[in-house]
């Protein structure tokens, strides 16, 4: 296990279609993060998990995203009815503790045509 | 809230100068970490160097160091004897007491030949 794995790394879709992305952490580390990062800004906070549990969600999150983390392994983040605002990457991160930053996966770049 | 500030949406500099990457930051907790996190063109972010608050040694990596001002909230990265491998961009970052990171907008460094 050599770092965060994220599925797929490109993603084009129509707009009004579903999408479902999957990141598979680090398997020690129990908090795993989602953000999103559009083209020449930051990382923006999505949610975050701890384990199973999502601790916390972004106003960023509208009632169209979900992420789930069954079992406290590898998490999902499906968007529904995508618009064409969603195009941006999506990055997962874990972390084992707070002192050593995020281990971050090489992202989904979605674009919504 | 906590906000992060980057000053310098974009720099260029030979290669084999020292360059100095201009952070700060808001909070009002007084223990906390904060990075310097590297993102290539289209490549993974990758953890350049991190620095604790509670800490007054500034922290280094190699050729990467801090210039860490706990009073005045300020953040910076110095780079020596930059190389054409450092080109990227550069997102400050701070972690709250629950381990989530806020990044700054990021400064896009050209390492010129």
């Known amino acids: 296990d050599t770092g965060v794995s994220q599925d797929p790394r490109h993603k084009i879709t129509k707009r009004g279609q579903n999408v479902t992305f999957r990141c598979d952490p680090i398997s020690e580390h129990n908090r795993l993060y989602w953000y999103r990062q559009t083209l020449g800004q930051g990382p923006e906070f999505l949610t975050y998990?701890?384990?199973?549990?999502?601790?916390?969600k972004s106003r960023l999150l509208s009632d169209r995203f979900s992420a789930e983390r069954p079992k406290g392994s590898f998490s999902t983040l499906e968007i529904q009815r995508t618009e064409q605002g969603d195009s941006a990457m999506y990055l997962c991160?874990?972390?084992?503790?707070?002192?050593?930053?995020?281990?971050f996966g090489s992202g989904t770049r979605l674009t919504v045509v | 809230a906590q906000t992060v500030t980057q000053s310098q949406p974009e720099m260029s500099v030979q290669e084999a100068e020292t360059v100095t990457l201009s952070c700060t930051y808001d909070t009002s907790e007084n223990n906390y970490y904060l990075f310097w996190y590297k993102q290539p063109p289209s490549r993974q972010m990758i953890l350049v160097i991190r620095q604790e608050a509670y800490k007054q040694q500034n922290a280094t990596e190699n050729r990467f160091s801090v210039n860490f001002q706990k009073a005045a909230k300020s953040f910076s990265l110095k780079i020596s004897d930059s190389q054409l491998g450092d080109t990227a961009m550069y997102f400050c970052a701070f972690m709250t007491r629950d381990d989530k990171i806020i990044f700054g907008k990021g400064t896009r460094l050209h390492i010129l030949p």
């Open positions: 991160a874990s972390i084992a503790g707070g002192a050593y930053g995020y281990t």
């Open positions: 998990f701890q384990n199973e549990a999502q601790l916390e």
